[in-house]
């Protein structure tokens, strides 16, 4: 599960946030974001989105995506 992996991010990254979303209970918001797979991180900045990865990924690629 990559939740764990995100969550242990999120605690040593200060400067990000981390929302974690249901898509079973956001079918809307998981169209809006093209979300076919899980799981899957979608990088927002300024508003729009940045980068996007699909799929486990291990703890280090996290932070690299959340700082990139």
Do not use: N
Request: a negative charge.
């Amino acid at each position: 599960m990559l939740r764990p992996v995100v969550s242990e991010v999120a605690e040593e990254l200060d400067t990000v946030e981390f929302y974690y979303v249901d898509v079973d209970e956001s079918s809307d918001l998981a169209g809006e974001f093209g979300v076919q797979s899980i799981p899957t991180m979608v990088l927002i900045k300024d508003g729009k989105e940045a980068d996007r990865s699909v799929g486990f990924v291990p703890e280090e690629r996290v932070k690299e995506f959340a700082q990139s």
